[in-house]
């Protein structure tokens, strides 16, 4: 059973940096993507940023030069993601989900909450 584990987030002011991390178990495999999403309230998921096992990034736009998105998969028992946000603005908050996926499957987290105060 592959679960993701999301911690990090919360409430931060504009300008301010947060770091939410997800660990990925279960998978007995090094996860091919890694990335992370969000949701704002009325809005669609959308993505953030995502990164392959062998390091190649994405970026939405909106957070390009802001964010960075980086992983740590050593072996297949060992499958996080981070994603460093700094400069938050307030229509950066949202729910913040990180997603795995490899061949065909494509597994969620929870979710974390971050808040961002103008």
């Known amino acids: 059973q592959v679960q993701l584990v999301e911690s990090g987030g919360g409430l931060v002011q504009a300008g301010g940096s947060l770091r939410v991390s997800c660990a990925a178990s279960?998978?007995?495999?090094?996860?091919?993507?890694m990335g992370w999403y969000r949701q704002a309230p009325g809005k669609q998921r959308e993505l953030v940023a995502d990164?392959?096992?062998?390091?190649?990034?994405?970026?939405?736009d909106s957070v390009k030069g802001r964010f960075t998105i980086s992983r740590d998969n050593r072996d297949n028992t060992r499958n996080t993601v981070n994603l460093q946000m700094n400069s938050l603005k307030p229509e950066d908050t949202a729910v913040y989900y990180c997603?795995?996926?490899?061949?065909?499957?494509?597994?969620w987290g929870q979710g974390t909450q971050v808040t961002v105060s103008s």
């Open positions: 997603n795995a996926r490899w061949t065909t499957r494509s597994y």
């Open positions: 279960g998978s007995g495999v090094i996860i091919y993507v």
């Open positions: 990164i392959t096992s062998d390091g190649i990034t994405n970026y939405a």
